[in-house]
Antibody, heavy 121, light 107 residues
Framework: EVQLLESGGGLVQPGGSLRLSCAAS????????MSWVRQAPGKGLEWVSV????????YYADSVKDRFTISRDNSKNTLYLEMSSLRAEDTAVYYC??????????????WGQGTLVTVSS | EIVLTQSPATLSLSPGERATLSCRAS??????LAWYQQKPGQAPRLLIY???NRATGIPARFGGSGSGTDFTLTISSLEPEDFAIYYC?????????FGQGTRLEIK
């Protein structure tokens, strides 16, 4: 059974930093691109970033470019999102999602339950 | 950036009725469009990919159609568990974008 378990969310002050993790199990992690998608409270879905499995290429939404860094440790089956210079508008539930099929850009077939990041003073 | 516009914002129907949800793209995305269902407090679930293909385990009452800029998600006969928010998503161009969602509520 595919499982994605996010952790690392919490309350952080504006300008601060946070690292999210996503522990994956039930599939061959290094065979899949992986992504982060966020959802502000009461709002819709916003794609944040993706890392490919083949060449570890990364892509970012303009809203987080140069502030967030996606990475993965295939030996630990874990996806990360390093977030810095956080703003109030980054407040959201952050979902880890597995890319569906291998050709980019992607759809997402499995999602974690999300971790809440709140940016507030 | 491809903008996806979903309509209506809210759809009020009764169980057993047919639901038709629309997603319009600001430019052609070919058939690279997916639909997701999200229930309160839950993660999204992939329903339809490439405009008309049901994902694994999705009931046959869910159907997708369209290409280019106009897409439709149809639920042939609503079950109580189908009342949720539905999002479309394109993978034709970076950045990946989602529509703003259609809330399907019980009438």
């Amino acid at each position: 059974e595919v499982q994605l378990l996010e952790s690392g969310g919490g309350l952080v002050q504006p300008g601060g930093s946070l690292r999210l993790s996503c522990a994956a199990s039930g599939f061959t992690f290094d065979s899949y691109a992986m992504s982060w998608v966020r959802q502000a409270p009461g709002k819709g879905l916003e794609w944040v970033s993706v890392t490919r499995n083949s060449d570890i290429s990364t892509y970012y939404a303009d809203s987080v470019k140069d502030r967030f860094t996606i990475s993965r440790d295939n030996s630990k089956n874990t996806l990360y999102l390093e977030m810095s210079s956080l703003r109030a508008e980054d407040t959201a539930v952050y979902y880890c999602a597995r890319a569906f099929r291998s050709s980019s850009p992607y759809y997402f077939d499995y999602w974690g339950q999300g971790t809440l990041v709140t940016v507030s003073s | 950036e491809i903008v996806l516009t979903q309509s209506p914002a809210t759809l009020s129907l009764s169980p057993g009725e047919r639901a038709t949800l629309s997603c319009r793209a600001s430019q052609s995305v070919s058939s690279y469009l997916a639909w997701y269902q999200q229930k309160p407090g839950q993660a999204p679930r992939l329903l339809i990919y490439d405009a008309s293909n049901r994902a694994t385990g999705i009931p046959a009452r869910f159907g997708g159609s369209g290409s280019g800029t106009d897409f439709t998600l149809t639920i042939s006969s609503l079950e109580p568990e189908d009342f949720a928010i539905y999002y479309c998503q394109q993978r034709s161009y970076w950045p990946i974008t989602f529509g703003q969602g259609t809330r399907l509520e019980i009438k």
